[in-house]
């Protein structure tokens, strides 16, 4: 069993960045990860995935040039690197493992087996 922790999550203006981070409390070599969210009223959305190796990534397209997912096996760590943030994405953001994530299900919430608590994070005007 993983747990995942997520943290990073606040309050910026539209523009700005935040960098979110995932701590997982096992090794997450053989795991690919990835970053959801959930905005008030509305279901949970892919964000975006790394695969085991971080040779692939999977970008939603309303976050494509402007968030960056990365990983560090070394330290068990995801993170999720925010810029040119939109009031729109504001949500609270989840991190997620998978073992079995390919290019057809990267998308799919049923593919991630753990789930961390979420970070809040809020997008102004």
């Known amino acids: 069993q993983v747990q995942l922790l997520e943290s990073g999550g606040g309050s910026v203006q539209a523009g700005g960045s935040l960098r979110l981070s995932c701590a997982a409390s096992?090794?997450?070599?053989?795991?690919?990860m990835g970053w959801f969210r959930q905005a008030p009223g509305k279901v949970r959305e892919f964000v975006t995935a790394i695969s085991r190796s971080g040779s692939d990534t999977y970008h939603a397209d309303s976050v494509k040039g402007r968030f960056t997912i990365s990983r560090d096996d070394a330290e068990n760590m995801v993170y999720l690197q925010m810029n040119s943030l939109k009031p729109e994405d504001t949500a609270v953001y989840y991190c997620?493992?998978?073992?079995?994530?390919?290019?057809?299900?990267?998308?799919?919430?049923?593919?991630?087996?753990?789930w961390g608590q979420g970070t809040m994070v809020t997008v102004s005007s």
């Open positions: 096992g090794r997450i070599r053989r795991l690919s």
């Open positions: 997620a493992s998978a073992l079995l994530l390919s290019s057809s299900n990267y998308y799919h919430r049923l593919t991630y087996e753990y």
